[in-house]
């Protein structure tokens, strides 16, 4: 069994940042975020490896006062401006940890010229005050003396790290851990996205499923990775996905999504202008559009989220232009995935004024370009031509197929894969006979037809017969009957502007 690599790994982002401050010199650095456990693992590190010899991390917090390891600085919890006076006082290099200082750096003039006072006694003297909070809170007259840090999610490097660590204790301790390369590739790709703390409290939640940490805890991670997308309210999960092989006709799509797969997953070592982008699926309601999208996610063997356009819009995220753009990074920061961009056209259609619907999609277009290699964006929309012409062009997404009404062998492919599901054998039946009947109609109908078949010979106790499938079936008016003028206007709209997800032309 190949095992990953013990080699250290190369410096993380984070820690490469924390380097360069540290080497400006400039003393009094504010660390926006919640993960104060990973902020002092990171002073740690930092203070053990950025200077000539390892220098002492003093941490204070109101409850627990100055302390550097079991080394307490006074006989009682020193509060912050005693803080501060024990910094000033402090002989030779360290760093300082002000855990939630935000409160008194916010509520005490006092301790804002204290600190004023330690930008000069510590500058360049190897002294390093760190304050670290949930909340970012720098009052005016320290904003040109503090360095502001926003301590973003751990990157491929740390959470690298963060998984062999986790590994290892987790091996000291008894517990069965897959080491091989693949696996550990596949538990970090699961875990991107979630904070270190999250990131543990997945593992865990994994051991106690499984009681090893392997391939198998993957569904584990990602229903930790689930619980975070989906309390946003603007992305969701989706879980239930499709094998490429349960979608019926579109070979065309499936050919081209085969092709793309190893491009995509070869991301890391090819140029990214050949790496696929995405593409946009546009067609007749009920054709199959919401199918092929699930069937990407599993074709290319990566999570699935949704983005919500009517609850981007909805108001009760705030601004729509605000909730969208924090959807996008959020969604750059758990890659790699399948982003899916569901009717996508009503970003245009919605209430919002039509100048934060300009920016919205100003933003998209500059997103779709510079976005993480790792995000692959499928996009549906019901009525493409309400879409700028600049969102379809060449170069946004790398195709754009038309999903039309299922030709005859594709509606009878349609039927095979429902029956099969449902423990029915088609050939059985002679399906084939169903193709006149079913002219025109979707995808969504032929299920319809097949669960209507199934039912009423569960309510009889016997066996599905093609009586059964010929009955339901005649009781269906298709779409493209009661909504003709749409269905030949999108496919009209189409027919020169997009690639068609089948083989042949469809016709009546």
């Not at 204790?169 to 270190?196: M, P, Y």
């Not at 790699?336 to 056209?345: G, L, Q, R």
């Not at 964006?377 to 997404?397: S, Y």
């Not at 009947?437 to 569960?458: P, R």
Request: proline content about 4%.
């Amino acid at each position: 069994m190949n095992t990953h690599s013990n080699t250290q790994p190369a410096e993380g982002k984070t820690l490469k940042t924390l380097r360069e401050l540290i080497e400006s010199g400039r003393p009094l650095i504010y660390i926006h975020s919640p993960e104060e456990r990973r902020v002092s693992e990171l002073l740690g590190e930092a203070a053990q490896t950025f200077f000539a010899s390892p220098v002492p991390v003093w941490a204070w917090s109101l409850t627990e006062g100055m302390r550097s390891g079991t080394e307490r600085a006074g006989d009682d919890a020193l509060d912050a401006r005693e803080a501060l006076d024990f910094i000033a006082a402090h002989q030779g290099p360290a760093l300082f940890h002000l855990k939630d200082f935000h409160e008194p750096l916010s509520e005490s003039p006092e301790v804002r010229r204290r600190l004023r006072d330690l930008y000069e006694l510590c500058f360049d003297r190897g002294k390093f005050i760190f304050i670290s909070s949930p909340l970012r809170v720098i009052p005016e007259e320290l904003s040109r003396s503090l360095i502001y840090l926003e301590l973003g999610l751990p990157d491929q490097n740390e959470l690298s790290q963060f998984v062999r660590d986790e590994s290892r204790a987790l091996a000291e301790n008894g517990v069965k851990v897959d080491t091989s390369d693949a696996t550990f590739t596949q538990i970090c790709h699961a875990l991107r996205g979630l904070t270190l703390d999250e990131a543990r409290h997945a593992i865990r939640r994994a051991i106690a499923a499984n009681k090893t940490l392997d391939s198998n805890s993957l569904p584990a991670l990602f229903e930790e990775k689930r619980l975070l997308v989906n309390r946003t309210g603007m992305i969701e999960y989706v879980a239930d996905g499709t094998r490429i092989d349960r979608v019926g006709g579109l070979e065309v799509l499936k050919q081209w999504l085969d092709e793309r797969r190893e491009l995509f997953q070869m991301r890391d070592s090819v140029s990214a202008e050949i790496v696929p982008k995405g593409v946009l699926i546009m067609g007749i309601s009920g054709c199959g559009k919401s199918l092929s999208v699930k069937a990407i996610a599993s074709a290319f063997e990566l999570p699935l989220y949704r983005i919500d356009m009517t609850e981007i819009f909805s108001g009760r995220h705030g601004s729509a232009e605000g909730a969208f753009v924090k959807a996008c990074h959020m969604l750059e920061e758990i890659a790699p995935a399948v982003v899916w961009f569901d009717e996508i056209e009503m970003g245009i259609t919605s209430s919002a004024t039509s100048g934060e619907q300009g920016r919205i999609f100003a933003f998209f277009l500059t997103w779709m370009q510079e976005k993480a290699s790792g995000l692959f964006v499928a996009a549906t929309a019901n009525r493409i031509d309400l879409l700028p012409a600049e969102m379809i062009r060449k170069g946004r997404f790398d195709e754009v197929f038309f999903v039309d009404l299922p030709i005859d062998e594709e509606r009878v492919d349609i039927f095979r894969i429902h029956l099969k599901r449902r423990g029915i054998d088609p050939d059985a039946l002679g399906v084939e006979r169903l193709v006149r009947l079913t002219k025109g109609w979707t995808g969504a109908e032929v299920e319809q037809c097949v669960v209507a078949a199934v039912t009423a010979a569960h309510l009889e106790n016997r066996n599905v017969t093609l009586d059964d499938l010929l009955h339901a079936g005649g009781k269906i008016v298709p779409l493209s009957k009661t909504m003709r003028e749409q269905c030949d206007h999108i496919r009209s709209w189409a027919r020169d502007r997009a690639v068609r997800a089948s083989p042949s032309e469809y016709a009546y």
